[in-house]
């Protein structure tokens, strides 16, 4: 089954961090990410800019409007993703408690429900 | 003594494969709602044929079969409607194994009380999808309306089938935390009704824990939290007289159920050289030195109060340190026991019942009555159950007579 984690955190917290921090930070994410492809789970990942700077568009009414900004503002706001693929929530449980991401913000799991309908 | 009729026996049969049933049927999907839906219809059926053409020899394995059929069948209407060539899931169903259903309904229990489960709809869900209650029932007992629990019970079904919980064991190292949410579902269930209602949820709940102390015998907690509720359940017949509640020490040890009694302290034996203490076995210790007034004629406060000592240090619950309190006013007196009372530092003890009556108990052996008059009008106040409010009105009533 695949399964997304949606990392969310709150970007204030990143504001402080020095170059040396980042370029740790990276390292720590290049370890989970070998780990994940060397237990043959790993789907996707990505890293995305700040919510501040989305963009956010709907057709729902019919006519298409265009939104500077993401959808709705929150202190915590979604920073990445990784897609994995593994047997059952078990184990993407497993896998999100090991995530980095996990330290410092809060990861949602999902299932893909691709398939499902 | 009376033959059950042939459709009281067929009922008997069903309901205690139900839990086996849904189990086996969702492990593979896990669609708790399909199987229910084919075992349902499968239930129909033999509640139709077993009291004409007897109960089959393999009950279970009947009812499987029918419910299997069934799923096939709507696996095919469903088919039609979206057209694929997949072959539904079920057409290779899982052969019936006695064992092997057992460790499935272990596993099940596991689902409903997983960490991704609010905690909650872990009970009423163990008992809809294990013992087969019906939503209407648990909503009752639950004291919510029969469509939000309905509601609930569907929402956790959904979310374990799209999530993908699994249908299994925990691994032996992650069992312990998973198996506490387990026993803390199975007790929840024995709390709501045990002391009054019809004491069916209590009763299902024995049955539960029964069944995971049969297949979790190394869970030294399994074993102890049945232990403890068969304690509680050997003095079903005791506890209340004429409607009003009867307190441990003075219950009738003659109406006590030596038999349950002497499993339970076996079970409690086995869990101790398990050599994992835990909550539920100091709670069932705690019984264990109350059952043992039927042998020994009195009932030793000493040892109740050390094994409180041990709960509170392990488990410390504001029932418990106010249990303490009570214990310790009868080894050492009501001054002490008031004196703990008075130190518990829980911020809901001013609205704690039983805080309030092991208080007035204190007071009166004091001989400070108006207080005691008092301590006992306030926990008539926040009282939720008919036999200890008729119990508490029945003391209150006593003093006031020595009053005047």
Not at chain 2, 33 to 59: C, N
Not at chain 2, 63 to 73: E, G, H, M, S
Not at chain 2, 197 to 212: K, Q, V, Y
Request: proline share 5%; with cysteine.
């Amino acid at each position: 089954m695949r399964y997304t984690f949606l990392l969310y955190s709150n970007p204030a917290d990143f504001a402080d961090l020095t170059p040396e921090d980042w370029a740790k930070e990276k390292e720590v994410y290049g370890a989970y990410i070998g780990a994940l492809q060397e237990a043959g789970v790993f789907v996707d990942t990505d890293w995305l800019h700040p919510a501040n700077t989305a963009t956010t568009i709907t057709l729902k009414d019919g006519e298409k409007r265009v939104q500077d900004g993401p959808f709705a503002e929150t202190k915590e706001t979604l920073g990445g993703f990784f897609a994995i693929d593994v047997p059952d929530l078990d184990a993407a449980m497993a896998w999100a408690e090991k995530c980095p991401a996990a330290k410092h913000g809060k990861i949602e799991i999902r299932a893909s429900a691709m398939g499902d309908y | 003594m009376n033959e059950p009729t042939p459709q009281a026996r067929a009922e008997d049969v069903a309901r205690a494969a139900y839990g086996k049933l849904v189990a086996m049927l969702a492990s593979r999907s896990g669609d708790i709602m399909a199987a229910e839906d084919a075992l349902s219809d499968a239930f129909v059926a033999a509640l139709k044929t077993w009291p004409e053409r007897g109960i089959p020899e393999k009950p279970e394995a009947w009812l499987l079969t029918v419910a299997k059929n069934r799923r096939i069948d709507q696996a095919r209407k469903d088919a039609r409607l979206v057209i694929t060539d997949e072959v539904p899931e079920m057409v290779e169903a899982p052969s019936f194994e006695q064992d092997n259903a057992l460790d499935e309904r272990l596993a099940l229990m596991f689902v409903c009380a997983h960490p991704a489960i609010d905690a909650a709809i872990r009970t009423p869900l163990m008992l809809q999808t294990v013992l087969g209650l019906e939503a209407e029932d648990i909503a009752r007992a639950f004291l919510v309306s029969p469509s939000a629990m309905a509601q609930r019970l569907v929402r956790a079904k959904k979310k374990i089938k799209s999530a993908g919980i699994p249908f299994v064991v925990p691994e032996p190292e992650a069992q312990p935390e998973r198996m506490a949410a387990v026993l803390e579902a199975v007790y929840g269930a024995y709390s709501v009704d045990w002391l009054e209602g019809s004491g069916d949820l209590s009763h299902e709940a024995f049955f539960l824990s029964t069944i995971l102390a049969d297949q979790a015998p190394k869970s030294a907690e399994a074993l102890g939290l049945t232990a403890l509720i068969g304690f509680i359940e050997a003095r079903r017949d005791a506890r209340v007289r004429e409607g009003v509640l009867v307190p441990v020490p003075e219950q009738d040890v003659e109406l006590w159920d030596d038999d349950l009694t002497s499993r339970s302290a076996a079970l409690l034996t086995r869990a101790s050289q398990l050599g994992q203490i835990g909550r539920y076995q100091l709670e069932a210790a705690i019984q264990s030195v109350h059952a043992a007034r039927s042998v020994t004629g009195s009932t030793d406060w000493r040892a109740l109060s050390q094994l409180y000592d041990g709960l509170l240090r392990l488990h410390p619950t504001i029932g418990a340190a106010v249990s303490r309190a009570a214990v310790v006013a009868e080894d050492i007196g009501p001054a002490e026991g008031l004196k703990l009372l008075e130190r518990i530092n829980a911020p809901d003890i001013e609205t704690f019942q039983a805080a309030h009556a092991v208080k007035a108990h204190c007071l009166v052996r004091l001989g400070r009555v108006a207080d005691a008059a008092e301590a006992y009008a306030r926990a008539i106040s926040l009282c939720t159950d008919l036999p200890s409010r008729r119990w508490l009105e029945e003391n209150l009533a006593a003093l006031r007579k020595k009053m005047s």
